[in-house]
């Protein structure tokens, strides 16, 4: 796999634009902090780019399945790059109009790009490879988002907003470059079908014929409900033991956490089956949000977090190889821009919720309320699943 130019150009990709995406949002942040004196106005301004890009997203799963999959990533590279541009106008006039644009622009890229790329890995890389590949990939991802953060939060100080876009701009140009050096053979389109290739209605009969994969997508809401709260939870345990310095904590603790188990995933994959290995870390997210009922203790949020990003580390590798083996390659844009689609709302919605909950009955029972959903889905899920495999091995003793 290390032999394979394409991962070295996907996964350094990655990385600068990692950058030049974390350089973005802290510029965003920054920029709404000055301009933008209501909370409520903030939410509401990133969520209009979310909505935008859930509205492209059968658009992007038909373009990406039907056409050729390196030109839907060059295009919407120049598109993110292009973005920027907004942004520059949007500092120099104090405009949030503009800088809406920016968001609504840089989420419908994403759209397009960010599903492609999932459907190319499973072309540059070998089946077998493929646990070990999404595992360094995102950990790529996470010192991407560590290293950004730290680097856009540092050179703010003496910086101007303008110069971080630039950063950010420039970041982004360099993936668009690398882009055009992918080298992969995809499979000939079939004009006469590919003109007929419907949206997500094509995809629904895929998936009840892969119920691996249907499980896969309903435990994908468990990490879901720590992940869309994850920053509204972190000021509030904070706020509980009146320290600054737990925030920091927390997010380095998780990081490493989550790295250390995209590692460790490819370890065992050999050894047990990706369903079983899903299930049970499915399970150790499920006690993490549980355990930070006691997040009022310094020690103990930290073990939280910790197990948190150990599980999410093994959790979303396996995932995206379930998804990228057992779903057939022809819907793979499809999938994948209908899960981004799943992905995008589902935050939306446990981001409110955890508004609303801490809000209302505050830290401690709201994660008891989250976690024992979590728990709920494990087991509800798991018995069904493993009931039908006996069944199923029972049949074909019997025969």
Not at 141 to 167: D, K
Request: hydrophobic share 55%; aromatic share 14%.
């Amino acid at each position: 796999m290390w032999k394979n130019k394409n991962v070295w150009i996907v996964l350094s990709g990655e990385f600068i634009a990692g950058l030049g995406l974390w350089f973005g949002i802290i510029g965003n942040l920054e920029f709404m902090q000055e301009n933008v004196p209501s909370d409520f106005l903030k939410s509401l301004i990133l969520f209009t780019g979310l909505l935008a890009g859930v509205f492209v997203g059968p658009l992007a799963g038909r373009m990406i399945d039907s056409r050729s999959k390196k030109s839907v990533l060059i295009y919407s590279g120049l598109g993110r790059m292009l973005s920027v541009v907004f942004m520059f106008m949007a500092i120099q006039f104090d405009s949030l109009i503009l800088m809406v644009l920016f968001m609504i622009c840089i989420q419908l890229s994403a759209a397009f790009y960010f599903p492609a790329l999932q459907a190319v890995i499973p072309i540059i890389v070998k089946d077998s490879d493929l646990i070990q590949m999404n595992g360094v990939h995102m950990n790529v991802s996470t010192m991407s988002r560590v290293i950004g953060t730290a680097l856009a939060g540092a050179l703010l100080v003496f910086m101007s907003l303008t110069a971080i876009y630039a950063i950010s701009m420039a970041a982004y140009a360099i993936l668009f470059g690398a882009t055009f050096l992918l080298d992969f053979e995809e499979e000939k389109k079939d004009k006469s079908k590919s003109g007929k290739s419907g949206g997500f209605k094509e995809v629904i009969p895929v998936l009840k014929d892969t119920p691996v994969a249907i499980i896969a997508l309903v435990l994908t809401i468990i990490p879901v409900l720590f992940l869309g709260g994850f920053n509204l939870m972190v000021i509030n345990i904070s706020e509980l033991q009146d320290s600054t310095s737990i925030k920091g904590l927390l997010y380095t603790v998780e990081g490493i956490s989550f790295m250390i188990g995209a590692f460790f995933v490819k370890k065992i994959t050999h050894r047990f089956s990706h369903v079983n290995m899903l299930f049970v870390f499915a399970l150790l997210i499920s006690i993490a949000h549980l355990s930070l009922f006691f997040s009022d203790i310094m020690w103990m949020s930290l073990v939280s977090f910790g197990l948190f990003g150990l599980g999410v580390g093994c959790f979303f590798p396996i995932v995206s190889t379930i998804f990228q083996t057992k779903i057939p390659k022809e819907y793979h844009g499809r999938f994948f821009s209908f899960r981004n689609m799943l992905d995008r709302v589902m935050f939306q919605v446990v981001l409110l919720g955890t508004g609303l909950f801490l809000d209302t009955i505050g830290l401690q029972f709201m994660v008891l309320i989250f976690g024992t959903l979590s728990l709920a889905l494990v087991i509800l899920y798991g018995l069904k699943y493993f009931q039908k495999t006996e069944l199923n091995a029972a049949l074909s003793e019997s025969k």
